[in-house]
């Protein structure tokens, strides 16, 4: 597989070929995702407490 990544500044990073068992590509990009999502999640009143 190939992946871009794009950095907080709007960057983007390309890796050549990864070669993975696809178990470990499955279980990385469902965490990339969850903190993806958690990073444009707006903060709540409850979040600071």
């Known amino acids: 597989m190939t992946v871009v990544v ?3 500044n709007g960057f983007s990073h390309q890796y050549e ?3 993975a ?3 470990a590509v499955r279980e990385t990009l469902a ?5 993806s ?3 444009s ?3 709540t ?3 600071t407490a």
């Open 45 to 47: 009143q409850q979040d």
């Open 21 to 23: 068992p696809i178990g």
């Open 6 to 8: 794009v950095d907080e």
């Open 37 to 39: 999502t958690a990073l």
């Open 17 to 19: 070929r990864i070669e």
């Open 31 to 35: 965490m990339l995702h969850l903190q």
């Open 41 to 43: 999640a707006p903060v």
